[in-house]
């Protein structure tokens, strides 16, 4: 019984998955180069928050610096590309090669003693101070950044450039959903829950701590070439710690416990902070509110255990079945 039951529950993952997928690209591809970019922009974002709920969601590591190795995957790119003149293809494999040591490097100095509240604030005050050198560095562009024509030709037009952005992070999140099935994730899920009784029987807490940044890290990396890639060069604001604050409300606003939460939460983050300036001159006001309400009313998010949604469609589902529309 069980067993039908996950068959029901996958079935049905894979159809909202099928569904989405399709509704998406036909938006993107049908509508205005304006639009798309837009489309593109919540693709990178929902990665992005993906990869920080398979920390913070799933593992209870607030990570505020979370941003660091977005920001360092484009300017990994552009150095590549615009500093040594290498070729498109190549400059995402050696940039996410180099950053690779980088990332474990930094797992281990922020996790050296298993402290999560340690864990938040040197996370934060690393990405603060490569983000203050990178202002001031003249050969990383300081505070402008640097611009350079990254596509090739045959990415110019902006679908293409959707279309290219919107299969890597279909593929990623599809990778980043796997992984959430996995025993691994089990583990991390009891280390945030109760990490003392799991250390007592013997599971290296830390080892899937640093694990799971690391796996986490690598997808920022590759949300952050998209991103330079979408823009045509590397943004000091790509490093701003603004950004890994975006990237936990959408993971609050969708729900940490369900995966496609924060996918929900970055379409709604990022559609609003587009089009609520064309709307209103108190657009940061009203995104103030929206997040006040949230946590008031769906503190679990929209998705998550008890969010909203979910306890909608139930409520709906029983009133089919109290008025005999479908079978009990």
């Known amino acids: 019984m069980e067993r039908i039951k996950q068959k029901k529950g996958l079935n049905k993952n894979v159809l909202t998955l099928v569904i989405g997928t399709a509704v998406f690209l036909m938006l993107g591809l049908l509508t205005q180069d304006s639009t798309s970019i837009i489309l593109a922009r919540v693709s990178i974002m929902a990665l992005y928050a993906v990869s920080l709920n398979l920390q913070y969601g799933y593992g209870g590591m607030g990570n505020l610096g979370h941003t660091l190795f977005f920001g360092l995957g484009g300017y990994?790119?552009?150095?590549?590309?615009?500093?040594?003149?290498?070729?498109?293809?190549?400059?995402?494999?050696?940039?996410?090669?180099?950053?690779?040591?980088?990332?474990?490097?930094?797992?281990?100095?922020?996790?050296?003693?298993?402290?999560?509240?340690?864990?938040?604030?040197?996370?934060?005050g690393i990405c603060l101070v490569v983000a203050s050198l990178f202002k001031k560095w003249e050969w990383i562009g300081t505070d402008v950044g640097i611009t350079y024509v990254v596509c090739p030709g045959w990415l110019s037009p902006y679908k293409m450039r959707f279309l290219l952005i919107f299969g890597v992070c279909l593929v990623c999140v599809v990778l980043l959903y796997f992984i959430t099935k996995t025993p691994f994730v089990r583990v991390l899920e009891g280390s945030r829950e109760n990490d003392e009784r799991l250390t007592f029987i013997g599971v290296n807490v830390r080892a899937h701590r640093v694990t799971a940044f690391c796996v986490s890290s690598f997808f920022a990396i590759v949300s952050g070439i998209l991103y330079a890639v979408l823009n045509n060069g590397a943004y000091i604001q790509s490093l701003d710690?603004?950004?890994?604050?975006?990237?936990?409300?959408?993971?609050?606003?969708?729900?940490?416990?369900?995966?496609?939460?924060?996918?929900?939460?970055?379409?709604?983050?990022?559609?609003?902070?587009?089009?609520?300036?064309?709307?209103?001159?108190?657009?940061?006001?009203?995104?103030?509110?929206?997040?006040?309400?949230?946590?008031?009313?769906?503190?679990?998010?929209?998705?998550?255990?008890?969010?909203?949604?979910?306890?909608?469609?139930?409520?709906?589902?029983?009133?089919?079945?109290?008025?005999?529309?479908?079978?009990?």
Do not use: H
């Open 241 to 328: 710690m603004s950004m890994s604050i975006q990237a936990l409300l959408m993971c609050i606003i969708g729900g940490t416990t369900s995966f496609y939460g924060p996918i929900l939460g970055a379409v709604l983050v990022i559609l609003l902070t587009n089009y609520l300036p064309n709307w209103t001159s108190l657009s940061n006001t009203v995104m103030g509110v929206i997040i006040m309400l949230c946590m008031y009313f769906v503190p679990n998010g929209l998705l998550g255990t008890n969010g909203a949604l979910p306890a909608l469609l139930r409520k709906l589902r029983r009133t089919r079945k109290d008025t005999g529309e479908v079978e009990p």
């Open 76 to 124: 990994g790119l552009l150095v590549c590309m615009a500093r040594f003149g290498l070729p498109f293809g190549l400059s995402i494999l050696l940039a996410i090669l180099a950053l690779i040591p980088l990332l474990v490097f930094f797992a281990l100095l922020c996790l050296w003693n298993n402290d999560m509240m340690q864990f938040t604030f040197l996370s934060m």
